[in-house]
């Protein structure tokens, strides 16, 4: 079953058949909201708004390591995460959907990681490739089959929020490499490593970041709602796909 993590602009799943929720407790606390078991074409999914039902969770005040272990209680073969993002590489404008390949993380001061506290050996998880080739494959032939354009890989920059970057902020997000920048692409990530569970992202671009292209002077959040309500009917068809041909 492939878990899919909702974020701005997706805060329920309405394709989502014969749904129900079921409200999963955690060591570390709650997760954003109740889970929702529902099926697309027909196979087994589970769905969290990570900023929880009613959108009220900013980005540095989600329980990721509650979400990602309640997600994992679900026996989930693999997490798919959806994400809105600011462009910053050119091409990268409104609207457009992108699957990162790497990840910065500039975020500070949230809970990391499970292996911390006195009965928890030091660890150090391998996280050369953040995101997972088998899952990221398979939501490229997703998108392919849903004959949805994505942009097949992207280096996500990942910032505290919730508020939005300074055009200086964005300018060295650039020198350091990154071509997209969200909130809340970390910890969850390497959260989802350290309990062996295959991540990848689907990044939807919504606004030129601070200080590029239409936002030089200003990112207009009206103009944010519109794309978002546009892209994720898109991200919707790749899901459907991706439920189908991801398997484990
Ligand atoms: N910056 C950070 N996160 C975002 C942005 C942005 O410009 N747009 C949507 N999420």
Not at 44 to 73: K, M, S
Not at 114 to 136: A, C, I, M, N
Not at 219 to 238: F, K, N, P
């Amino acid at each position: 079953m492939l878990a899919i993590i909702g974020g701005s602009g997706l805060t329920r799943l309405a394709i989502l058949e014969s749904h129900h929720r079921r409200v999963v407790r955690t060591p570390y606390g709650e997760p954003s909201g109740a889970l929702v078991f529902g099926r697309l074409r027909g196979r087994d999914v589970v769905f969290l708004p990570r900023h929880g039902h009613a959108h009220t969770i900013p980005p540095h005040q989600v329980n990721y390591r509650a979400n990602i272990w309640a997600l994992r209680e679900q026996k989930v073969s693999g997490v798919v995460s959806v994400a809105s993002v600011g462009g910053i590489r050119a091409d990268l404008g409104p609207g457009v959907l992108v699957v990162p390949h790497q990840l910065i993380d500039y975020t500070h001061g949230r809970r990391g990681t499970f292996f911390e506290g006195p009965d928890q050996p030091v660890t150090h998880v391998d996280f050369t490739e953040p995101y997972s080739p088998k899952l990221r494959a398979s939501l490229l032939a997703a998108a392919t089959a849903a004959g949805q354009p994505v942009v097949d890989g992207a280096v996500y920059a990942c910032t505290q929020g919730p508020r939005l970057e300074t055009a200086a902020e964005i300018e060295r997000l650039a020198r350091d490499g990154a071509d997209l920048v969200g909130m809340t692409g970390m910890p969850e990530a390497v959260l989802a490593r350290e309990l062996g569970l295959q991540y990848a992202a689907i990044a939807v671009v919504a606004n030129h970041a601070a200080g590029r292209g239409d936002s030089a002077h200003a990112i207009s959040l009206e103009a944010i709602g519109a794309v978002l309500d546009t892209a994720m009917q898109r991200v919707h068809d790749i899901l459907e796909q991706c439920v189908e041909c991801h398997q484990t």
